[in-house]
T-cell receptor
Framework: QKEVEQNSGPLSVPEGAIASLNCTYSDRVSQSFFWYRQYSGKSPELIMSIYSNGDKEDGRFTAQLNKASQYVSLLIRDSQPSDSATYLCAVNIGTSYDKVIFGPGTSLSVIP | EAGVTQFPSHSVIEKGQTVTLRCDPISGHDNLYWYRRVMGKEIKFLLHFVKESKQDESGMPNNRFLAERTGGTYSTLKVQPAELEDSGVYFC??????????????FGPGTRLTVL
């Protein structure tokens, strides 16, 4: 079983809609979760981080964490064409807060 | 504030040659990480420096890879001799604190290494 799993996509949503990106992880003791956005040929850009169960909102982005289900998601409200990118889920490994595992990423396409 | 910088942006070498990649972290960040993404695979952790000390090098593929961070500022990653499977994008990241929740790591633009 892969340690961090994401749907590879591509996920296509119309402009203005809500994009929902999902991530599951295998290590029950993981505590820190991150969402990175990566445009083609560019570096991963940190957009959200979360460690408490529940929702965390930042502008149009909401991260949702459910440790019991080992599931973390990212919602993008009012999606814009500029949100078209690959979204990477990253999870810390075990009790180390420094070492993270990345998922394969989900490609999002926002259609004007 | 300047972000993480990496040099070169792209390197093309022949199998058996040596290549040295450089990373300059965000000023004031004691923690520096190297990651690698090979074609079609996930980004993989290579190692972690805290200042000049190697905190975790469990992700280094083999002894052809040598990372240094003399003085605790910039870091170099040397591949000697390079093999075809070393091709990929090498990312450097830095963070301000380690060993804490939400150790947020900020990535550089990466070095694309092509071994022919």
């Amino acid at each position: 079983q892969k340690e961090v799993e994401q749907n590879s996509g591509p996920l296509s949503v119309p402009e203005g809609a809500i994009a929902s990106l999902n991530c599951t992880y295998s290590d029950r003791v993981s505590q820190s979760f991150f969402w990175y956005r990566q445009y083609s040929g560019k570096s991963p850009e940190l957009i959200m981080s979360i460690y408490s169960n529940g929702d965390k909102e930042d502008g149009r982005f909401t991260a949702q964490l459910n440790k019991a289900s080992q599931y973390v998601s990212l919602l993008i409200r009012d999606s814009q064409p500029s949100d078209s990118a690959t979204y990477l889920c990253a999870v810390n490994i075990g009790t180390s807060y420094d070492k993270v595992i990345f998922g394969p990423g989900t490609s999002l396409s926002v259609i004007p | 504030e300047a972000g993480v910088t990496q040099f070169p942006s792209h390197s093309v070498i022949e199998k058996g040659q040596t290549v040295t990649l450089r990373c300059d972290p965000i000023s004031g960040h004691d923690n520096l990480y190297w990651y690698r993404r090979v074609m079609g695979k996930e980004i993989k952790f290579l190692l972690h420096f805290v200042k000049e000390s190697k905190q975790d090098e469990s992700g280094m593929p083999n002894n052809r890879f040598l990372a240094e961070r003399t003085g605790g500022t910039y870091s170099t990653l040397k591949v000697q001799p390079a093999e075809l499977e070393d091709s990929g994008v090498y990312f450097c990241a830095s963070s301000q604190r380690s060993g804490v929740f939400l150790n947020e790591q900020f990535f550089g633009p990466g070095t694309r290494l092509t071994v022919l």
